[in-house]
């Protein structure tokens, strides 16, 4: 039984497979410390030592890979959903 219509159903299609794509390539480049993303972390302005700041950034970038693997889990969720909404709606005829 469809609860939204075709094109609300395709959007979800559309916006779930870009958020997949692009919510894994983040969790790996966060997963292998890319630096271009070392601005996005929740990192303390100063640190005692640089071991200290090491262990904190590997700790960041871990926590941020799993957050998007996360969401990206979230993501086929809404992309199952959709898709099931899809084929409903395109099982169902207007007369």
């Not at 292998?32 to 960041?60: G, K, N, Q, W």
């Not at 890979?65 to 086929?76: H, P, S, T």
Request: hydrophobic share 50%; glycine share 6%; aromatic share 14%.
């Amino acid at each position: 039984m469809p609860f939204c219509g075709p094109k609300l159903s395709l959007c979800g299609l559309i916006i779930s497979v870009w958020g997949i794509i692009q919510l894994l390539l983040m969790g790996v480049f966060y997963y292998i410390h890319s630096v271009a993303l070392i601005e996005d972390l929740p990192l303390e302005a100063h640190y005692p030592t640089p071991a200290d700041f090491y262990a904190a950034a590997d700790r960041a970038y871990s926590q941020n890979a799993y957050n998007c693997w996360i969401a990206a889990c979230i993501y086929v969720v809404t992309l199952v959903v959709s898709g099931q909404q899809f084929y409903a709606n395109s099982r169902t005829t207007v007369a």
